[in-house]
């Protein structure tokens, strides 16, 4: 027997005429979770390229003394060929230091003036080849009390802190999401079995005559399942605002770190896709749970 | 057409409604069920469109055990049993039309089937100028009619009706009675369960009686007592 797709349709309007409040309702709290879920999505994405950009490109630097003797530099240039967690070195000798310094600080001559390539030390760039924090920490550590050694700086303690910091929030919103998206379904479920209660009689007719399961439960499930696209559809503009919201906020300089949580918007669009892709499902098992337990065909 | 071998229904495990019913009626016939309230004849007819199934026995319509038949094909056998009642169950926010063709286009029939036959049914059970009136503006006749189209316009090759004359008055009912002979004379089964001694005493059909739950006559041309 085919479906009537009109009839279908039909039903399903008829359906949302019925109660607009409700419906208005239930498509506003999956609009809200959802934008709640997929924006934790996109604050993982963020961490995860904030991260990434540091792991592949992550490294150590070792300031020698300016003073520092050719046996000394020596020493230090074995211990870094014979570590085999060291991938290879860039030596930076005084005036490179200079030229950096001139670079960065070209807008500050009082600062130039002052400062010639002899007091300025030189340093091994270390690249690492593992990206375990950790580890990398040790390894430093190691280079650290040796003869000519000024000072050993890294970056894990930025990474690991913004790391940390960012799961937090990530996990919480994560968990705030999937309960409010639990909500929303359950949401889509009762308003689903009100609309069976009200079409209680209309159901029985349809029994009696013998419509088959499927042509009395699908325009429910449609109801459902359009609850939770709009609400999916709808969470999409919110996901584009916050990533510009934060995109404006971090133009600040000092912010720089910050700026990789923002996301591009091809990142924006998938999530959006899945969002409302999960919207969907959210209301065909919303409102399979209401036919299940609600409408017995 | 319709069997019942040794049909025992009880409902939530003390309330005997049928015991041990046996009883066969063959395609075409026209079948009286009689009995005081709480005898057993809607849940008779309840076993014949699988609204209930029995607790013992089996129920065969048209070759097939309805008990047995899986969920996914009660559809199917509802569209071989019609069904009538004493309050019409007519959608009340339907238009007379609106309720005939409802049971076409949830049946899946094309756009084209629904114009053709709903006037043709409603023009045998003679309401073509009531087409676009809601049920409360039928009257009680009126609306049973409504309803016979309704349970027919699926060509059923079988009837049931409970009580339909229950509401209506002696003339009414008359009517509606020549409505369902004339339906059965089409060949259509016909099962009617009745309180009304008058109907039963004119039309001289086959009776089943049933008291308590059990069936005790079965009378060719019966009489109600």
Not at chain 1, 62 to 67: C, E, G, S, T
Not at chain 1, 267 to 289: E, H, M, P
Not at chain 2, 190 to 199: E, F, G, P
Request: overall charge neutral.
């Amino acid at each position: 027997m085919a479906l009537s797709l009109g009839y279908i349709f039909r039903e399903t309007r008829g359906n949302l005429r019925w109660n607009v409040t409700l419906f208005a309702a239930t498509i506003v709290a999956v609009w809200v979770s959802l934008t709640l879920f997929g924006s934790s999505l996109l604050i993982r994405e963020g961490v995860e390229q904030a991260t990434g950009r540091w792991r592949g490109g992550i490294e150590f630097i070792v300031f020698m003394n300016a003073d520092a003797t050719e046996s000394q530099h020596a020493a230090i240039r074995g211990a870094l060929d014979e570590n085999p967690e060291i991938g290879g070195y860039d030596f930076v000798d005084q005036q490179g230091a200079y030229n950096e310094f001139i670079t960065e600080f070209s807008d500050r001559p009082e600062l130039i003036e002052n400062v010639t390539p002899e007091i300025l030390p030189p340093s091994y760039r270390v690249k690492p080849t593992v990206d375990d924090a950790d580890v990398i920490e040790a390894l430093a550590a190691q280079f650290d009390a040796r003869p000519g050694v000024r000072q050993v700086t890294l970056p894990v303690e930025v990474i690991r802190t913004l790391q940390q910091n960012s799961q937090k929030v990530s996990v919480f919103v994560l968990i705030i999401a999937i309960v409010v998206l639990l909500a929303a379904l359950m949401l889509i479920a009762n308003t689903i079995r009100t609309a069976i209660f009200a079409r209680r009689q209309d159901i029985e007719v349809m029994k009696l005559v013998g419509a088959s399961n499927w042509y009395v439960r699908l325009p429910f499930m449609m109801e459902g399942t359009i609850q939770g696209v709009i609400g999916g559809a709808l969470a999409i503009p919110m996901l584009f605002l916050m990533n510009n919201l934060m995109a404006g906020f971090v133009q600040d300089d000092y912010l720089e770190l910050l700026r990789s949580l923002v996301v591009d918007s091809a990142v924006v669009w998938n999530t959006s896709l899945l969002v409302t892709g999960i919207g969907a499902a959210v209301g065909v098992v919303g409102s399979l749970v209401a036919v299940g337990r609600f409408l017995d065909v | 057409m319709i069997e019942l071998d040794q049909v025992t229904k009880i409902y939530k495990g003390e309330v005997l409604a049928l015991y041990s019913i046996s009883c066969k009626i063959t395609k075409g016939e026209f079948v009286f069920l009689v009995g005081p309230s709480g005898s057993g004849k809607s849940t008779f007819l309840k076993l014949l469109n699988r609204q209930e199934t029995a607790d013992q026995g089996a129920v065969w319509i048209a070759g097939k055990e309805v008990g047995a038949l899986p969920r996914s094909s009660v559809p199917k056998l509802r569209r071989l049993v019609g069904c009538i009642f004493q309050d019409f169950k007519l959608l009340p926010n339907r238009t007379v039309y609106e309720n005939v063709a409802f049971a076409l286009e949830v049946t899946g029939r094309s756009r084209q089937q629904v114009r053709t036959q709903v006037p043709s049914l409603l023009e045998l059970v003679g309401l073509s100028k009531k087409t676009h009136s809601y049920p409360h503006e039928l009257s009680g006749g009126e609306q049973q009619r409504v309803s016979i189209a309704r349970a027919f316009v699926n060509r059923p090759p079988i009837l049931l009706a409970d009580e339909p004359t229950g509401n209506l008055d002696g003339d009414t009912s008359n009517g509606i009675m020549r409505l369902l002979a004339e339906i059965n004379k089409r060949g259509t089964t016909v099962v009617m369960a009745t309180h009304d001694q008058n109907i039963v005493n004119t039309a001289r059909r086959r009776v089943l009686r049933l008291d308590r739950g059990r069936l005790t006559a079965d009378e060719a041309q019966g009489r109600y007592a």
